[in-house]
């Protein structure tokens, strides 16, 4: 069913219709008077004769106008006269353009969101790239702090590995040298108050060992933190090897090989036996071999050094003999 529409009579149907149409139109169509109006007229026929399309179109006009009701309208703000159907097309047709202009408009309010969204991806990635070239920058810092970090640490244990040779050698020293002053007193006791008793006879045989005995890193800082002496040929010939290889050596096992075969060679009363200094010179050999490159003893207890340094220790017991220095029975170094 149509909605209530304005009905026009059809001028043609009756003279009190066509008075009617002749009427002045009501105020709701005075607001029409001034714009144009659209007629919109609708019908169907069937075509008897092809090549009389056209006229039989204009019967059907002629008919449709003459036996349809007209109404009037109000479509998208224009008044269109029409029947039922022509009304139908024309709001239609004004349905269609509102579509239009809706696509049309929804078309450019999509341009604009997309293009703004399409700036604010733009500003995103340079923001990203931004932050991305921030966060490389502080990553190389960071990671060359880390590199200057870890060459501090090397650093710092090379310093703390070298300051604990060198404890180790203050201690060694610093106990062999409160037995000397240990031996003074002992001596003095002895001497001058004449009440030495057996303890005091053990403090003053040790102090004497002590002070005429060896001490291969005190006397190596001799030739090298101290410079107090430069005849290093006479060192190696006492203790086997070069005073700047020795001074960096806190090897227990190793320092008493040494302070062992330079104790017998440099005793009046003490010689070694061929094998004696056989395995002595085999123990040195290998001991230099192990450390070839280096600037101080570092490789000092692989299990061929160890075997070595065992068999010449454990030859002391039988490869060295007493000899009475009157006599003439001590050996002399080439």
Same mark, same amino acid.
């Given at each position: 069913m149509p909605p209530k529409l304005s009905k026009t009579k059809n001028p043609s149907k009756s003279g009190k219709a066509n008075d009617k149409a002749q009427k002045p139109v009501s105020s709701r169509e005075n607001k029409?008077?001034?714009?144009?109006?659209?007629?919109?007229?609708?019908?169907?026929?069937?075509?008897?004769?092809?090549?009389?399309?056209?006229?039989?179109?204009?019967?059907?006009?002629?008919?449709?106008?003459?036996?349809?009701?007209?109404?009037?309208?109000?479509?998208?703000?224009?008044?269109?006269?029409?029947?039922?159907?022509?009304?139908?097309?024309?709001?239609?047709?004004?349905?269609?353009?509102?579509?239009?202009? *809706?696509? /049309?408009?929804? &078309? !450019?309010?999509? @341009? $604009?969101? #997309?293009? +703004?969204?399409?700036?604010?991806?733009?500003? =995103? %990635?340079? *923001?990203? /790239?931004?932050? &991305? !070239?921030?966060? @490389? $920058?502080? #990553?190389? +810092?960071?990671?060359?702090?880390?590199?200057? =970090? %870890?060459? *501090?640490?090397?650093?710092? &244990?090379?310093?703390?590995? $070298?300051?604990?040779?060198?404890?180790?050698?203050?201690?060694?020293?610093?106990?062999?040298?409160?037995?000397?002053?240990?031996?003074?007193?002992?001596?003095?006791?002895?001497?001058?108050?004449?009440?030495?008793?057996?303890?005091?006879?053990?403090?003053?045989?040790?102090?004497?060992?002590?002070?005429?005995?060896?001490?291969?890193?005190?006397?190596?800082?001799l030739y090298t933190s101290l410079n107090q002496r430069s005849d290093k040929d006479t060192f190696e010939k006492l203790y086997g090897l070069n005073p700047s290889l020795v001074s960096g050596l806190c090897h227990n096992p190793t320092i008493a090989a040494l302070n062992t075969r330079a104790g017998i060679i440099s005793s009046p009363d003490k010689v070694g036996s061929e094998k004696f200094n056989k395995l002595f010179n085999e123990f040195i050999d290998l001991l230099k071999e192990s450390n070839e490159g280096r600037s101080s003893l570092e490789n000092v207890s692989s299990k061929r050094l160890n075997r070595a340094r065992s068999a010449f220790c454990a030859c002391v017991k039988f490869e060295v003999c007493l000899v009475d220095p009157k006599l003439g029975g001590a050996a002399h170094l080439d």
């Open positions: 029409y008077e001034s714009t144009t109006c659209n007629a919109v007229l609708f019908t169907k026929f069937k075509i008897e004769d092809d090549k009389k399309r056209k006229e039989e179109a204009q019967d059907a006009f002629e008919k449709a106008l003459r036996d349809d009701t007209l109404y009037d309208k109000d479509v998208s703000g224009k008044l269109v006269v029409g029947n039922q159907d022509g009304l139908f097309l024309a709001e239609l047709a004004a349905e269609v353009q509102s579509v239009k202009y *809706e696509i /049309a408009s929804q &078309k !450019d309010e999509f @341009s $604009r969101r #997309l293009r +703004k969204h399409e700036d604010e991806i733009a500003s =995103h %990635k340079e *923001e990203i /790239a931004s932050q &991305k !070239d921030e966060f @490389s $920058r502080r #990553l190389r +810092k960071h990671e060359d702090e880390i590199a200057s =970090h %870890k060459e *501090e640490i090397v650093s710092h &244990k090379k310093e703390a590995t $070298r300051l604990g040779k060198d404890v180790i050698r203050l201690q060694v020293s610093s106990t062999k040298y409160m037995q000397l002053r240990n031996r003074y007193i002992s001596t003095f006791k002895r001497d001058k108050l004449g009440l030495s008793n057996g303890t005091d006879k053990k403090i003053i045989k040790k102090g004497n060992d002590i002070a005429h005995g060896p001490n291969v890193i005190t006397d190596a800082a």
